[in-house]
């Protein structure tokens, strides 16, 4: 029998995930919406959320939670961090207890703060979970273009297992022991874009983006090694690679959101026209309680916080970023 995996969510990522690992596995892939997966497995495109890029033809896709997770071997979590337990909770009457879950969400419960896995242990004590995290942006994946990805578990003799998975020959996966520092790096670089975003809405240039991603990295490694991250896991891909992806391509959900904010529009009105979750509009408002209770400075953070929460305006926060007392960068 074929080795069997099971990707649940059929947003753009999840999809994208499902087309890739299909190349390695036999996959089945839970859309929520019956009408995608009629898409998926009729004309092998998503066409809500990835339009015209052709699918993997072996990939099967289907509404139904058990006729997916029942079989699978491995199953990858691509659910958005505030919907995350509800489906997790879900589908854990279908699965067994031995069986692993990798979480490819990029962001933290609002209300408990916990990353994806640190949730999954409440719910699965004992289960082997993961994560997958970098830059990796969706349609340069199905486009086969290089990209760089890194597997972080906390059960280690599955580790190169599950990076097989994943693993083709434009897609390289590293693997790392640091889930936590993993998670948070991918949770972080969301604000920062938004940071990043509305500096671009407000007119700057380069050197204004380059100042608010490499302070904005500064303080990611701070809170993230404060909260028990490895140091060296934020300047890897799980930090600074996907920094930079998302807060530099146009193709990323955070930097739009904050590029509109930035040129005066309001979070609900910006967010009611976009079919995907720009995760990082929920995760600000975390990092700054994380940021309080570890006693962590983020002032980048803590402006774009007070932009979501309609305290400022962009044009605010950029004010107060300026005054702030100059000091020595390390």
Known sequence: MAFQVAVVGGGSWGTTVAHLVSHNAE?????????????????????????????HSGLRASNNLEEVISTA??????????????????????????IPVISLAKGLEQQSQLTMTQLM??????????????????????????????VATND?????????????????VYTSNDVLGCELGGAFKNVLALAVGMTTGLGT??????????????????????????PETFSGLAGLGDLIATCFSPQSRNRY????????????????????????????????ELANKYGVETPISDQVTAVINGEITAADAYDVLLLREQRPEH
């Open 27 to 55: 996959t089945k892939l839970w859309c929520r919406d019956q009408e995608v997966a009629k898409s998926i497995n009729r004309k092998h495109r998503n066409i809500r959320y990835l339009g015209k890029h052709k699918l």
């Open 73 to 98: 071997q491995v199953v990858l979590m691509a659910i958005p961090s505030q919907n995350y337990r509800g489906v997790f909770q879900n589908l854990l009457g279908f699965l067994r207890p031995e």
């Open 121 to 150: 242990e409440t719910e699965s004590p004992g289960r082997p979970t993961g994560v997958l995290t970098g830059p990796n942006l969706a349609a340069e994946v199905l486009a086969g273009n290089a990209t760089a990805s890194v």
């Open 156 to 172: 280690q003799t599955i580790q190169s297992e599950i990076a097989k998975i994943f693993s083709t020959d434009t897609f390289r």
């Open 205 to 230: 240039g380069d050197n204004t983006r380059a100042a608010v991603v490499t302070r904005g990295l500064a303080e990611l490694a701070r809170l993230g090694s404060a909260m028990g991250g490895m």
């Open 257 to 288: 959101v904050g590029e509109q904010l930035g040129k005066g529009r309001g979070i609900q009105e910006v967010l009611e026209e976009m079919t995907n979750v720009a995760e990082g509009v929920v995760t600000a408002p975390v990092v700054s």
